[in-house]
């Protein structure tokens, strides 16, 4: 079944949801049951993100086959500003924890933030488009 682009928009409201849902969530801190370094933490995590980062590249050369044109480029230019706009989201809260001593910001909010940022950004392209 090919997806139309008019089925995505209104597919990607239930992942907005989730993502503010996500973004608000907060956790009390619990124990962990394994102490795990920062080294050892970053031993496990490039690895394993470098090695999803290429399994979805490679996934997505199906998308790109099954695609049209539009709606690829909907969907890149989309995850470029959530990408970056979950960067900076990340920055501006480390200051805040820096300046103003806020609470850290757990994994669930920011991807929370990218996926939110994400589908805004989709839906900006869809109803501005790609060329604003």
Same mark, same amino acid.
């Given at each position: 079944?090919?997806?139309?682009?008019?089925?995505?928009?209104?597919?990607?409201?239930?992942? +907005?949801?989730?993502?503010?849902?996500?973004?608000?969530?907060?956790?009390?801190?619990?124990?962990?049951?394994?102490?795990?370094?920062?080294? !050892?933490?970053?031993?496990?995590?490039?690895?394993?993100?470098?090695?999803?980062?290429?399994?979805?590249?490679? #996934?997505? +050369?199906?998308?790109?086959?099954?695609? !049209? !044109?539009?709606?690829?480029?909907?969907?890149?230019?989309? +995850?470029?500003? #959530?990408?970056?706009?979950?960067?900076?989201?990340?920055?501006?809260?480390?200051? #805040?924890?820096?300046?103003?001593?806020?609470?850290?910001? +757990?994994? !669930?909010n920011m991807v929370g933030v990218t996926t939110l940022s994400w589908i805004a950004a989709y839906y900006w392209f869809r109803f501005k488009g790609i060329s604003q």
């Amino acid at each position: 079944m090919k997806m139309t682009i008019q089925r995505l928009d209104w597919f990607l409201v239930v992942p +907005a949801i989730a993502a503010a849902t996500m973004i608000a969530e907060i956790d009390p801190p619990r124990q962990s049951f394994i102490a795990v370094s920062q080294w !050892e933490q970053a031993a496990i995590i490039v690895p394993v993100t470098l090695l999803m980062s290429l399994l979805i590249a490679i #996934g997505s +050369a199906i998308d790109r086959r099954c695609s !049209e !044109e539009y709606l690829f480029q909907l969907m890149s230019n989309a +995850a470029l500003v #959530g990408v970056a706009t979950s960067m900076l989201i990340h920055l501006l809260w480390i200051i #805040g924890i820096k300046v103003f001593n806020l609470p850290d910001m +757990a994994a !669930e909010n920011m991807v929370g933030v990218t996926t939110l940022s994400w589908i805004a950004a989709y839906y900006w392209f869809r109803f501005k488009g790609i060329s604003q």
